[in-house]
């Protein structure tokens, strides 16, 4: 599943044209806010986690995001997809 989120986290940032790997850096690779936002939603619709804005403050790396969405992965039942 770890391949399945990095690849899901490359397909938002595609447009970009930059290379994307669990070392990559948010920062670097979001254009803006939107992107971030873009981010949250498509891994909320997919893996069924909620990123709440002072989480995704400490969430620096793709890695970072990989591993955070393996943790909270369907445990909210509260999410639903859009």
């Keep these: ?6 690849e899901t986290v490359r ?3 595609y447009a970009s044209g930059k290379t994307v790997s ?5 920062e670097d ?11 949250m ?3 909320t ?8 804005p002072d989480e995704l403050l400490r969430i ?3 890695g970072d995001i990989v591993d955070f969405v ?9 999410v639903r997809s859009f």
């Design 1 to 6: 599943m770890r391949g399945e989120i990095l």
């Design 11 to 13: 397909g938002v940032f």
């Design 22 to 26: 669990e070392q990559s850096v948010i």
């Design 29 to 39: 690779l979001a254009s803006d806010s939107i992107d971030l936002v873009e981010l």
């Design 41 to 43: 939603a498509v891994l």
């Design 45 to 52: 619709n997919r893996y069924r986690v909620r990123i709440e």
């Design 60 to 62: 620096r790396t793709v």
């Design 70 to 78: 393996l943790e909270r992965h369907g445990r909210d039942p509260s």
